[in-house]
């Protein structure tokens, strides 16, 4: 008896979509507190901060996922413009008697404009979120958790079905 493979049932994701030429328009930060994304538990006034701007590295992980997913990142003839604003990059610490628990959280807001007449294509929201139990003493543990929260936003803009279908249905400037 032989068995007979089965296709891959795979959802659109951005990969799909046939290659556009994404205009990525620079971040927005929408947070209520852009000094600082937390503060230590022990007196609630030491400040956790990134060392570069929360829109920065934003911005630097949306090129990288639309680049990844097969697509040019560019300033002019542009098939679509992106438009992403931060609404939370928080770390929410909560200390314990042995342990820390961190609650990392990140929230994007996502538009998709026609790149030739500027339309509303697509408006989304991205949450990524990660927890962590830390022992006491491993203080800087927090940087690691902060990126798995924004990797997994960007997993799920990549991976956003609604997205692809308004790429892959898109009329390009080169193909009308």
Same mark, same amino acid.
């Given at each position: 008896?032989?068995?007979?493979?089965?296709?891959?049932?795979?959802?659109?994701?951005?990969?799909?979509?046939?290659?556009?030429? +994404?205009?990525?328009?620079?971040?927005?930060?929408?947070?209520?507190?852009?000094?600082?994304?937390?503060?230590?538990?022990?007196?609630?006034?030491?400040?956790?901060?990134?060392?570069?701007? +929360?829109? /920065?590295?934003?911005? @630097?992980?949306?090129?990288? /996922?639309?680049?990844?997913?097969?697509?040019?990142?560019?300033?002019?003839?542009?098939? %679509?413009? &992106?438009?992403?604003? +931060? /609404? @939370? !990059? #928080?770390?929410?610490?909560?200390?314990? =008697?042995?342990?820390?628990?961190? %609650?990392? #959280? %990140?929230?994007?807001?996502?538009?998709?404009?026609?790149?030739?007449?500027?339309?509303?294509?697509?408006?989304?929201? =991205?949450?990524?979120?990660?927890? #962590?139990?830390?022992?006491?003493?491993?203080?800087?543990?927090?940087?690691? &958790?902060?990126?798995?929260?924004?990797?997994?936003?960007?997993?799920?803009?990549?991976?956003?079905?609604?997205?692809?279908?308004?790429?892959? #249905?898109?009329?390009?400037? !080169?193909?009308?």
């Amino acid at each position: 008896m032989s068995a007979i493979p089965r296709p891959a049932c795979t959802a659109p994701s951005l990969a799909s979509a046939p290659p556009r030429r +994404v205009e990525i328009a620079p971040v927005a930060d929408r947070r209520m507190d852009t000094a600082r994304i937390g503060s230590k538990p022990k007196d609630g006034r030491r400040d956790i901060v990134t060392s570069r701007p +929360v829109t /920065e590295i934003v911005g @630097e992980a949306i090129t990288l /996922e639309i680049r990844k997913n097969g697509h040019a990142v560019v300033s002019d003839k542009k098939d %679509v413009i &992106l438009a992403a604003a +931060v /609404e @939370e !990059f #928080r770390l929410d610490v909560v200390a314990g =008697y042995s342990s820390t628990q961190y %609650v990392g #959280r %990140v929230v994007l807001a996502v538009t998709l404009a026609d790149g030739r007449g500027g339309d509303q294509l697509l408006s989304r929201r =991205y949450v990524g979120i990660s927890r #962590r139990q830390i022992d006491k003493g491993a203080d800087n543990d927090w940087r690691d &958790l902060m990126d798995v929260a924004l990797a997994r936003t960007m997993h799920d803009l990549a991976t956003d079905p609604e997205l692809a279908a308004v790429l892959t #249905r898109l009329l390009t400037a !080169f193909n009308p």
